[in-house]
């Protein structure tokens, strides 16, 4: 089993930043891909950006050049630095890891962006 911790998340005006952070615990499978997912209400849950082990990564257009994600191998954690927040990036934030074709989540972190 892999546990995800997350950290960080709040509430923030328009334009401000917040840095998410997640440690994983556990039997984690090597070669794995770390990401941050988000939920809306009403929406469904999206991909907002991944990483690999060798740190190729993944953004969804929305938050391209405004996130940046990042991890440190030896501590098992990734992070997501966000700039420039909008209201529309209002929502739950779920740390995931993807390994073995198994998905593991964290419990998820409340985001807040006030216009």
């Known amino acids: 089993q892999v546990q995800l911790v997350e950290f960080g998340g709040g509430l923030v005006q328009s334009g401000g930043s917040l840095r998410l952070s997640c440690a994983a615990s556990?039997?984690?499978?090597?070669?794995?891909?770390m990401g941050w997912y988000r939920q809306a209400p009403g929406k469904e849950r999206e991909l907002v950006a991944s990483?690999?082990?060798?740190?190729?990564?993944y953004y969804t257009d929305s938050v391209k050049g405004r996130f940046t994600i990042s991890r440190d191998n030896a501590k098992n954690t990734v992070s997501l630095q966000m700039n420039s927040l909008e209201p529309e990036d209002t929502a739950v934030y779920f740390c995931?890891?993807?390994?073995?074709?198994?998905?593991?989540w964290g419990q998820g972190t409340q985001v807040t962006v006030s216009s």
């Open positions: 995931n890891l993807v390994g073995g074709r198994i998905y593991y």
């Open positions: 556990g039997n984690i499978f090597s070669g794995n891909t």
């Open positions: 990483i690999g082990s060798f740190g190729g990564t």
